[in-house]
């Protein structure tokens, strides 16, 4: 085979990204880096220069995952699923414990968070279950056991670590899969009256901090310099960001260190006193436009594989999005779910980068045909 042979599929391929998306992902990234200059006191370490280094890493995933036949993604779907639960399951027995939770795991000297990981792995397996799926067959109770066990039993191997938030994004992105393969409405109604039903029971197995966190959403004044300090700081710093903010590194809550976890899980909120509800409602556009594109692809795309690919993504993107955004707002309760480009994390910036190669993947092969039986492009 010559080398015009498999360079020009590959040139092809690139050609036909998403470049937009493309510029705004970076867009939102680079926002991100300024933050955490700015959470540094102006120093481009410790945390810019390291997730410079983490974006420019996923950012060649993103190519490599990109521009890969989706016949290839399709084909190791269920062996990427089974490696991230594997990484799971090594988390249980070998773990190490970081920020009060065991959720990492040493994989050749580098620490990874299986559970990001595994957000894409659903999204993964499920659009490869249901593309092969008939339609007419998709609401037969013994065809939904396969794809419930897939998204359950990871979302219980992570409610065990524990990390409710992300066992949250799971479980929704697994249900907003259901949805778009055709899933009939019942089984959610039936699915949410039992959850509901279930709530005093569940409450019961919650550890000690998650029910503070709870109490704390619910009175967040009573303790304002202990549990509910951070929630009060935030709900601070974003009111006095006023209409224009206070300018970049002039935030008062953030600079002077009264803003917790301001990198991370807070980063929306430093943001918000910096350049106040005109730089939060640009941040909120930019994502809006992502997950809009993500649809757009969606609906777009000719086989269902690629369709399941990009609405997974854009689900798990809107629902980090939601979550991160009421939380630091006191709407619910803090769950440590971060924001998708903007937080300091390398797995989160991974699994994200990862998840817009899956979108641009669709994107590039929209109008190819892919055969439900596993057959070639």
């Given at each position: 085979?010559?080398?015009?042979?498999?360079?020009?599929?590959?040139?092809?391929?690139?050609?036909?990204?998403?470049?937009?998306?493309?510029?705004?992902?970076?867009?939102?990234?680079?926002?991100?880096?300024?933050?955490?200059?700015?959470?540094?006191?102006?120093?481009?370490?410790?945390?810019?220069?390291?997730?410079?280094?983490?974006?420019?890493?996923?950012?060649?995933?993103?190519?490599?995952?990109?521009?890969?036949?989706?016949?290839?993604?399709?084909?190791?779907?269920?062996?990427?699923?089974?490696?991230?639960?594997?990484?799971?399951?090594?988390?249980?027995?070998?773990?190490?414990?970081?920020?009060g939770a065991k959720r990492w795991v040493d994989v050749g000297g580098v620490n990874i968070q299986p559970s990001e990981l595994m957000k894409i792995a659903i999204i993964i397996a499920l659009a490869r279950y249901f593309h092969s799926t008939n339609l007419q067959d998709v609401n037969r109770?013994?065809?939904?056991?396969?794809?419930?066990?897939?998204?359950?039993?990871?979302?219980?191997?992570?409610?065990?670590?524990?990390?409710?938030?992300?066992?949250?994004?799971?479980?929704?992105?697994?249900?907003?899969?259901?949805?778009?393969?055709?899933?009939?409405?019942?089984?959610?109604?039936?699915?949410?009256?039992?959850?509901?039903?279930?709530?005093?029971?569940?409450?019961?197995?919650?550890?000690?901090?998650?029910?503070?966190?709870?109490?704390?959403?619910?009175?967040?004044?009573?303790?304002?310099?202990?549990?509910?300090?951070?929630?009060?700081?935030?709900?601070?710093?974003?009111?006095?960001?006023?209409?224009?903010?206070?300018?970049?590194?002039?935030?008062?809550?953030?600079?002077?260190?009264?803003?917790?976890?301001?990198?991370?899980?807070?980063?929306?909120?430093?943001?918000?006193?910096?350049?106040?509800?005109?730089?939060?409602?640009?941040?909120?556009?930019?994502?809006?436009?992502?997950?809009?594109?993500?649809?757009?692809?969606?609906?777009?795309?000719?086989?269902?594989?690629?369709?399941?690919?990009?609405?997974?993504?854009?689900?798990?993107?809107?629902?980090?999005?939601?979550?991160?955004?009421?939380?630091?707002?006191?709407?619910?309760?803090?769950?440590?779910?971060?924001?998708?480009?903007?937080?300091?994390?390398?797995?989160?910036?991974?699994?994200?980068?990862?998840?817009?190669?899956?979108?641009?993947?669709?994107?590039?092969?929209?109008?190819?045909?892919?055969?439900?039986?596993?057959?070639?492009?």
């Open positions: 085979m010559s080398k015009a042979s498999i360079l020009y599929p590959l040139f092809s391929r690139f050609t036909q990204m998403h470049w937009i998306l493309v510029l705004f992902v970076t867009l939102l990234a680079c926002i991100g880096f300024a933050m955490m200059i700015s959470a540094a006191g102006g120093n481009f370490s410790p945390w810019a220069s390291r997730q410079v280094m983490r974006f420019m890493f996923a950012f060649f995933l993103m190519l490599i995952i990109a521009l890969m036949p989706a016949t290839l993604l399709l084909r190791y779907a269920y062996v990427f699923y089974v490696l991230c639960l594997l990484l799971l399951i090594g988390v249980e027995m070998a773990g190490f414990i970081g920020m109770f013994i065809v939904l056991v396969p794809p419930l066990l897939l998204v359950l039993v990871p979302a219980a191997f992570i409610l065990r670590q524990p990390n409710l938030g992300t066992a949250a994004v799971l479980v929704f992105v697994g249900a907003t899969l259901f949805f778009m393969s055709g899933v009939r409405a019942r089984y959610f109604l039936v699915i949410i009256v039992l959850g509901l039903a279930a709530a005093p029971v569940g409450w019961h197995f919650l550890h000690d901090y998650q029910k503070q966190r709870v109490q704390t959403f619910l009175h967040p004044e009573e303790d304002p310099l202990g549990a509910g300090y951070n929630i009060m700081q935030s709900m601070i710093a974003i009111g006095s960001g006023g209409f224009f903010g206070k300018g970049f590194m002039h935030g008062s809550q953030g600079q002077l260190d009264f803003l917790p976890e301001k990198h991370t899980d807070f980063i929306f909120t430093m943001l918000a006193e910096e350049f106040g509800f005109v730089g939060c409602f640009i941040i909120i556009a930019l994502y809006t436009t992502l997950i809009a594109y993500g649809v757009a692809i969606g609906l777009r795309c000719r086989h269902m594989f690629g369709s399941l690919l990009s609405m997974g993504v854009s689900a798990m993107l809107f629902v980090h999005i939601v979550i991160n955004m009421a939380m630091v707002m006191g709407l619910i309760p803090v769950v440590g779910v971060p924001l998708p480009l903007l937080s300091y994390g390398g797995s989160i910036m991974i699994s994200m980068l990862i998840g817009f190669g899956l979108m641009q993947n669709a994107y590039v092969h929209r109008d190819v045909h892919l055969s439900r039986a596993m057959g070639v492009l």
